[in-house]
C-alpha cells in the first residue's frame, strides 16, 4: 500500500467512523421507541450487523482480504450458524409434557 | 443370534423391534469384518516380505471396494429409513391414548426412583417443593382434592401385564436415567423436562429399574423393582396401598 | 542453517505473512467462543419465564457512551496504523497512546456500572438476566484488558522494533488492531442484546 | 546468528526452549507421563471392580511405579538427563497415589468408596483423553514431525509454541492438585454433567480451570499448526505431495480451533456457577438431598452444557483417532514398500469427516428426550460419518496388496490397529442409530466401542509411531525382542479387557458403576467377566514394562544406525540428520519433486525415491 492509497484510507476511516457513531444513535433510539419485541430484536439485529460489517469490511480490511481468509471464516460461519441453531431446534423439538 | 448376543430377556410388545435392529445391524458388523478380516491374514501371508520380495508399485486395480462401500452405505440406508427412525418416531410421537394406558410418575432423586400413581381419579395430585420432607418425598400436597387417592412408593413399581404405559420421567435434582432393560426402555431424567416414555408390559415377573446416569456416590446402588403383574393383582395391589394411606 | 520465512514478507501463495493469518484463525476461535454464549444467551432468554428489559435495570447513557468510547478507540486503532504505514513514528505513539486511553475510560466507566449494581445489590447470582449481564460484559472486559496489555507493549518496550524492522513493526501493530476491532465487534452485538434488548 | 545457539543456558535450551524438536520432546515426556498415572488410576478402578469392597492391595500397586522411578532415577548414576526427570516424576506420582489412596475420606482401611471411585473414573477419562493422547497424538508428533516432514525450520511461531507447551504443563499441574483439595478430584464423569457438577466438590472447579488451560494450550497449538502448514512447506511440496500424517494433523487442528471455544464457554459458565452463585444450568425447583435450592436458583437448564460439551467432544473423538490414521499410514507406506492405496481418496475423506464431525454430537444425546425430527438428523449424520471412516480403512486394507510386508515392531502395531480399530468403529454403528442405543446407551458397550477404538486403536497407533520415529530423535533403533513382546502381550491383553465390556454391555450392565454391576440380577450371568478384564488390565501393565525399559534403555544401548533407516520416502528421513540440526532443521533448504510415497518404483535401481530427490 502506498501513502497516497493509506491517505485516501484515512478519508474512508472517517467516515466509517462516522456511520458507526449514526448507527449507534440510531439504534439506542429505536430502543426506547417500545417497539414490539419481534421488531425490537429484528431491528436492532440488523443494525449490529450493519456495524459489525463496517467495522470487519474496513477497520480489518475484510474487504481487500486474501482469499484463504475468507474462506477460514466462511467455515467458521457455517459451524458458528450450526452451533447455534441445532441446540435451539434440539430444544424446540423435546419430547416433554 | 440373539441367544448369541447375551441380550436380556424381552419383556415388552415393543422390545423386539429394539432387538431385531441390534441383531441385524450385528450380522452386518459381523460379516464386514469377517470378510475384511479374511482378506487381511491372506495379504499379511501372501505378501509378506519373504513371499513378495518386490513390492507391486499399483497394488490393487480392481474397483471392488467401491461397491463394497457402496453395499454399506445402501444397508445403512435400509436400517435408516426401515428400523431406526421409523422406530423412534413410534417411541415418540404415537403414544397410547391415555385412557387406555396406565399412567405413573417417576421422579429420580439421589439415589432412589420415586413413583406417583394417580389414583382412582385418574388425576396427579398437586405437589409443592416447601412440602417436601423424607416421609412425603414428592411434596404432594395431600389437601388437594386431586392428591386424595395418589398413591406413591419408592423404587416400586407396579404395572399390570398387557396394558400400555405411559411413564413421566422427572428429577428432582441431577440427571438420572431411568432404565427397563427387560423392556428396552430407557430415558434420562432431567431436572426442569419432564419427559414421557410409553411401553406395554408381556410378561408377569419381577424386574429393575436401573439408573443409568452418573449421578453421584450412590449411583451403583440406585436400583429399582419393577413387578409386572396381571391386572387384578395390579388393582388388588392398588387398593391395598391406598388403604393404607 | 535455515530462518523462518514469512514473518513479514507476505507468502507467494496466501499473500499472507504468518501473524495476519495467525490473528485471522485466532479469531475464527473467538468467533465460536462467543457465538456459544449467544447460543446460551437465546436458550436462556427463550426458555426463561420472565426477562426484564436491559433498558429498565441496566445504564443505558453510560453503555452508548461505553461504545462511542470503544468505536473511537478503533479509528485511534486504525490511524496509528495507518501513521506507521507513512512512516510517521510520533503520530503512531499519540493514536496508539489514545487507543489505550481510551480502553483505560471504557474500563473506568465498566468500574462505575458494576459498582453502582453491586451498590444495589445486583450480582451475577441476583437472577438469570443479571448473571448473563455480568458473565458477558466480564467476559468481554478481560477481552478488552487483553488487548490493553499488547497496547500498552507496543507503546513502550515492544515499539524498539521501529528502529530494527519497520515492516514487522508495522505488520505487528496491524494484527493488533485487528485484534482490538475484534473486541469492538462483539461489543457492538453485546450492547443491543444486552442493554436495549 | 550461528554462535548464539553455543551461549544458551541449559534453561533455554531444555526448559524453555522454543526449538519445535524439544517442545515436541516435553510434550511426548509430559503426556506419557499422564498416560502412565490414567493407565495406573484405572488399575486401582479395576481392582473394585473385580473384588468389590475388599481392602485394597495398596503396596502392590505403588511399589511398581516407585521401582521403576527409582530405576530409571539410578540407571546412570544420578546422572540429568531424560530418564531421571521421568523417574523423579514417577516418584512423585508414587507419593501421590500413596498419599491419596490413604486419605480416610478416600479409602477408610483401604476399602476404596464410592466418591473416591468417581473420581479415579472422571480423571482417568480426562486425563486420557485431554493430557495423555491429545498432547501425545499432536503436541509430541504433530510438533517433531511435522515441520520435518514438511521441510520447515520450525513451527511459524516458536514462542506461541512453548507458550502453549507450558499451558497444557499448568492445565496438567491443576488437575494433579485438585486430588489434594477437600472431596478430592473432579467426580461428575469426564462429561461433567450439571447439575451433578454443579453441586459437586471443590475438585470439579479445578478441574474446569484446568480445562481452561487445556484449551487455550490447544488454541494456541492449533493455530501455529495450521499456519506452519499453510506456509512453510519447502518448494515444490504442493498439497497432494503431503504425508498423509500431515494432512491428519491439518484437519485436527481444524477441529481443535473451531470445536473448543464452545467448551471453553461452558466451562466459564460452569464456573460462573460454581463459583458466582449463577445457575446457567440448573433449572428452577431443585431439591438436592433433601432441600429446595434458594429461589433465585433456577431458569437454566442442564442440556445446554451437553450441547456445548459434545459439539467439542464429538470432534474431539476425531480428533484422538486422525493423528493415529496418519502415523499408521506412514509406518505402512514404509513398511510394504509400496504407495498408499488411493491417497487422494484419504485426503478427501479425512476433510470431509472432519467436517461431519461438526454435525454428529448429538448422538451422545438420544436419550435426552429428543423429538423424531432432530433425532433422524443426527441418526443420518451418524451414519453418513461412518462412510469416510471405512474409505479410509478400506484404503489402509488395500494398500497391503501387492506389499512386500515387512514385519518389524512399528508395522506390528500399525497393523494390529486396523481390525481393532475396525471392531471400535464397528461397534459405533449400533450406537449411532437411536433406536438400538435406547438399549445400548450408557452400557458397558459404550465403554467397549470407545476403548477399542482409543486403547488397541490409538495407542497402539502411537506406539506404533515411537517404535517408528525413535531413531530419527536417538540415532538409534528401540531393541525388536523387547518390542515383541510389548506388542503382543498388549495385543492379548487389550483384547481380555475390552472385548468382555462388549459382551456386558449388551446384557445390559451400566457404566460407572462403583460395584461393576454386583447387585444387578440382569448383570449376574457376565459378573465373572470383570476379574477376568481386570486381570487383563494388570497383565497389560505388565507388558508396559518391557516398552518403558526399551525406551530409555536403547538410548545408549540401541543398534545404532543412519540416518534413514526404514530407507523412508518424506522429508522428516530423507534431508535431516537424526538427529535433526538444533536451528533450523536442515542444512540446506530442501526442494520437493515428488509425491510422498514414491516406493518400488517401476524402473528404478533403489525401492524407494525420497521427496527431495531430482
Ligand atoms: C477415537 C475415538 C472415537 C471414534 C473414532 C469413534 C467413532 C464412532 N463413534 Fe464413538 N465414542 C467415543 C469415541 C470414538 N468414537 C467415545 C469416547 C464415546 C463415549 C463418550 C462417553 O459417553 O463417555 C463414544 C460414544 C459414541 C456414541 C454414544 C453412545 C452412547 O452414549 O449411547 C455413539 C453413538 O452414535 C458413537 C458412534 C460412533 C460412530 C458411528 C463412529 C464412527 O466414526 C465409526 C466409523 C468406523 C467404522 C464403521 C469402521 C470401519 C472399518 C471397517 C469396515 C473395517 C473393519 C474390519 C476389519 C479390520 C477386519 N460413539
Ligand atoms: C484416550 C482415552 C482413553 C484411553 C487410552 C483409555 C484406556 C484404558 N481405559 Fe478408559 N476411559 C476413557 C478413556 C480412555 N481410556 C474415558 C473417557 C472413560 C469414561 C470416563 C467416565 O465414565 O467419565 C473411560 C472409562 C474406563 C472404564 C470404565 C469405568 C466405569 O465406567 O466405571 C474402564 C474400566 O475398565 C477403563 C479402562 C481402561 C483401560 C484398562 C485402559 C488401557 O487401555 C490403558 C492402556 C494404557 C497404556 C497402555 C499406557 C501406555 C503408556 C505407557 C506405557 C507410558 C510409558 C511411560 C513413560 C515412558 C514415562 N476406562
Ligand atoms: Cu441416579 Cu445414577
Ligand atoms: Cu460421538
Redesign the pocket.
Given at each position: 500500500m502506498s501513502v497516497n492509497n493509506v491517505k485516501s484510507h484515512i478519508k474512508v476511516y472517517i467516515s466509517i467512523f462516522v456511520a458507526l457513531m449514526v448507527l449507534t444513535v440510531l439504534t439506542v433510539f429505536v430502543s426506547y421507541l417500545e417497539l414490539s419485541i419481534g421488531y425490537a430484536v429484528t431491528i436492532a439485529m440488523i443494525v449490529a450487523v450493519i456495524k459489525g460489517s463496517l467495522v470487519a469490511n474496513y477497520f480489518m480490511h475484510l474487504i481487500s482480504e486474501k482469499k484463504v481468509i475468507y474462506w477460514v471464516l466462511i467455515l467458521t460461519l457455517v459451524f458458528f450458524v450450526i452451533l447455534m441453531l441445532l441446540p435451539i431446534l434440539s430444544t424446540l423439538d423435546q419430547v416433554s409434557r | 443370534m440373539e441367544k448369541f448376543l447375551g441380550l436380556p430377556i424381552d419383556a415388552s410388545a415393543s422390545g423386539h423391534e429394539v432387538d431385531n435392529l441390534i441383531v441385524i445391524i450385528h450380522y452386518l458388523m459381523f460379516v464386514l469384518f469377517i470378510g475384511w478380516g479374511i482378506f487381511f491374514m491372506y495379504t499379511i501371508f501372501r505378501f509378506r516380505k519373504t513371499k513378495n520380495p518386490v513390492a507391486d508399485y499399483h497394488g490393487v486395480k480392481s474397483h471392488a471396494s467401491n461397491y463394497l462401500e457402496i453395499m454399506v452405505v445402501a444397508f445403512e440406508v435400509v436400517l435408516l429409513v426401515v428400523f431406526s427412525i421409523p422406530l423412534w418416531a413410534k417411541r415418540v410421537n404415537d403414544f397410547p391414548k391415555e385412557k387406555n394406558a396406565v399412567v405413573v410418575n417417576v421422579v429420580?432423586e439421589?439415589?432412589a426412583w420415586n413413583i406417583h400413581y394417580p389414583g382412582k381419579d385418574g388425576k396427579f395430585g398437586k405437589q409443592d417443593i416447601k412440602l417436601i420432607d423424607s416421609d412425603n418425598p414428592l411434596g404432594l400436597n395431600r389437601s388437594d382434592e386431586d392428591a386424595k387417592d395418589d398413591i406413591t412408593t419408592i423404587n416400586e413399581l407396579y404395572l399390570p401385564v398387557n396394558k400400555p404405559v405411559i411413564i413421566n420421567i422427572r428429577s428432582k435434582d441431577?440427571i438420572?436415567?431411568f432404565k427397563l432393560p427387560v423392556m428396552r426402555i430407557g430415558q434420562d431424567a432431567i431436572p426442569g423436562l419432564d419427559i414421557p416414555v410409553w411401553f406395554t408390559p408381556t410378561v408377569k415377573g419381577e424386574y429393575e429399574i436401573a439408573?443409568?446416569?452418573?449421578?453421584?456416590l450412590?449411583?451403583y446402588r440406585?436400583k429399582g423393582s419393577l413387578f409386572i403383574v396381571t391386572e387384578e393383582e395390579f388393582n388388588n395391589w392398588l387398593e391395598e396401598q391406598f388403604s393404607n394411606l | 542453517m535455515m530462518e523462518i520465512p514469512y514473518t513479514s514478507k507476505p507468502h507467494s501463495e496466501t499473500g499472507l505473512y504468518n501473524a495476519k493469518f495467525g490473528i485471522w484463525l485466532f479469531i475464527a476461535s473467538e468467533v465460536m467462543l462467543f457465538g456459544a454464549l449467544f447460543t446460551a444467551y437465546i436458550l436462556l432468554r427463550v426458555g426463561a419465564s420472565e426477562w426484564p428489559k436491559g433498558a429498565e435495570i441496566l445504564n443505558v447513557p453510560l453503555a452508548t457512551i461505553n461504545t462511542v468510547v470503544l468505536i473511537s478507540s478503533s479509528i485511534t486503532m486504525v490511524m496509528s496504523w495507518a501513521s506507521l504505514k507513512m512512516n510517521e513514528f510520533s503520530k503512531y505513539k499519540v493514536y496508539m497512546l489514545l487507543t489505550f486511553l481510551l480502553g483505560v475510560v471504557f474500563l473506568v466507566i465498566k468500574f462505575f456500572e458494576y459498582n453502582a449494581k453491586f451498590h444495589h445489590g445486583y450480582f451475577p447470582s441476583t437472577n438469570m438476566f443479571f448473571a448473563t449481564y455480568f458473565t458477558l460484559t466480564g467476559l468481554h472486559g478481560l477481552h478488552v484488558i487483553g488487548g490493553m496489555i499488547v497496547n500498552f507493549y507496543f507503546l513502550t518496550i515492544g515499539s524498539k522494533m521501529w528502529n530494527t524492522d519497520k515492516e514487522r513493526f508495522t505488520n505487528r501493530i496491524e494484527i493488533a488492531g485487528l485484534y482490538w476491532h475484534f473486541v469492538d465487534l462483539v461489543w457492538i452485538f453485546l450492547f443491543p442484546a444486552l442493554y436495549l434488548l | 546468528m550461528d554462535n548464539h545457539q553455543h551461549h544458551e543456558s541449559f534453561v533455554k535450551k531444555y526448559i524453555f526452549s522454543q526449538d519445535h524438536k524439544i517442545i515436541g520432546i516435553q510434550y511426548g515426556i509430559t503426556s506419557l507421563l499422564f498416560l502412565l498415572f490414567g493407565f495406573y488410576l484405572v488399575t486401582v478402578m479395576r481392582w473394585q471392580l473385580a473384588y468389590p469392597m475388599e481392602a485394597f492391595p495398596l503396596e502392590r500397586f505403588v511399589y511398581p511405579l516407585l521401582g521403576i522411578g527409582v530405576i530409571l532415577l539410578f540407571i546412570r548414576g544420578l546422572k540429568i538427563g531424560i530418564h531421571s526427570v521421568v523417574g523423579v516424576s514417577l516418584i512423585l506420582l508414587a507419593g501421590v497415589s500413596w498419599y491419596v489412596a490413604t486419605r480416610d475420606e478416600n479409602m477408610p482401611n483401604r476399602i476404596m468408596l464410592p466418591e473416591f471411585y468417581n473420581q479415579l473414573g472422571a480423571m482417568h477419562g480426562t486425563i486420557m483423553v485431554f493430557l495423555g493422547v491429545v498432547p501425545l497424538a499432536v503436541g509430541a508428533f504433530g510438533n517433531y514431525i511435522v515441520p520435518l516432514q514438511i521441510g520447515a525450520p520450525d513451527m511459524a511461531f516458536p514462542k506461541l509454541n512453548m507458550s502453549s507447551y507450558w499451558c497444557f504443563f499448568v492445565g496438567g499441574v491443576t488437575m494433579l492438585v485438585s486430588f489434594f483439595v477437600p472431596g478430592g478430584a473432579a467426580n461428575s464423569g469426564w462429561t461433567s454433567y450439571p447439575p451433578l457438577s454443579d453441586i459437586a466438590t471443590t475438585g470439579q472447579t479445578l478441574w474446569l480451570l484446568g480445562m481452561v488451560f487445556l484449551i487455550t494450550s490447544s488454541l494456541l497449538g492449533s493455530v501455529n499448526f495450521i499456519i506452519t502448514i499453510v506456509q512453510l512447506r519447502a518448494k515444490g511440496l504442493s498439497f497432494m505431495r503431503l504425508p498423509f500424517f500431515v494432512w491428519t494433523q491439518f484437519v485436527t487442528s481444524f477441529l481443535l480451533l473451531l470445536a473448543f471455544p464452545p467448551l471453553e464457554a461452558a466451562g466459564i459458565l460452569q464456573l460462573m456457577d460454581r463459583v458466582a452463585g449463577t445457575s446457567f444450568f440448573l433449572p428452577s425447583g431443585l431439591v438436592v438431598s433433601g432441600d429446595p435450592l434458594p429461589a433465585n436458583i433456577g431458569g437454566g437448564t442442564p442440556l445446554l452444557w451437553q450441547h456445548l460439551f459434545w459439539f467439542l467432544a464429538h470432534p474431539e473423538v476425531y480428533v484422538l483417532i486422525l493423528p493415529a490414521l496418519g502415523i499408521v499410514a506412514e509406518v505402512i507406506a514404509n513398511n510394504t514398500r509400496k504407495p498408499l492405496w488411493g491417497y487422494k481418496s484419504l485426503v478427501y475423506a479425512t476433510i470431509f469427516l472432519g467436517f461431519m464431525s461438526f454435525i454428529v454430537w448429538a448422538h451422545h444425546m438420544f436419550m435426552t428426550g429428543m423429538g423424531s425430527t432432530i433425532n433422524a438428523f443426527f441418526q443420518i449424520t451418524t451414519m453418513i460419518i461412518s462412510i469416510p471412516s471405512i474409505v479410509i480403512l478400506s484404503a489402509m486394507f488395500l494398500s497391503l496388496y501387492g506389499g512386500s510386508i515387512r514385519i518389524n515392531t512399528p508395522m506390528l502395531f500399525a497393523l494390529a490397529f486396523l481390525p481393532m480399530f475396525g471392531i471400535g468403529g464397528l461397534t459405533g454403528l449400533p450406537l449411532g442409530l437411536s433406536t438400538s442405543d435406547i438399549h445400548l446407551h450408557d452400557t458397558y458397550y459404550v465403554i467397549g466401542h470407545f476403548h477399542y477404538v482409543v486403547a488397541p486403536g490409538t495407542i497402539f497407533a502411537l506406539f506404533a509411531g515411537i517404535y517408528y520415529w525413535y531413531p530419527k530423535l536417538t540415532k538409534r533403533k528401540m531393541n525388536e525382542a523387547l518390542g515383541k513382546i510389548h506388542f503382543w502381550g498388549s495385543f492379548v491383553a487389550m483384547n481380555v479387557i475390552f472385548f468382555p465390556m462388549l459382551i456386558q454391555g449388551l446384557a445390559g450392565v451400566s457404566r460407572r458403576l462403583y460395584d461393576g454391576g454386583q447387585t444387578y440380577a440382569h448383570a449376574q450371568s457376565v459378573l465373572y467377566l470383570n476379574e477376568v478384564m481386570s486381570i487383563g488390565a494388570w497383565s497389560l501393565a505388565f507388558f508396559q514394562m518391557f516398552f518403558i525399559v526399551n525406551l530409555f534403555l536403547s538410548i545408549k544401548k540401541g543398534k545404532e544406525v543412519d540416518d534413514n533407516p526404514w530407507e523412508a520416502t518424506t522429508l522428516d528421513w530423507a534431508a535431516t540428520t537424526s538427529p535433526p540440526l538444533a536451528h533450523g532443521n536442515f542444512a540446506q533448504v530442501p526442494e520437493v519433486y515428488r509425491g510422498p510415497y514414491e516406493y518400488s518404483v517401476p524402473g528404478s535401481d533403489k525401492d524407494f525415491i525420497p521427496q527431495h530427490q531430482q
Open positions: - | 429420580g439421589q439415589f441431577v438420572h436415567s439408573c443409568a446416569q452418573l449421578c453421584g450412590g449411583h440406585m | - | -
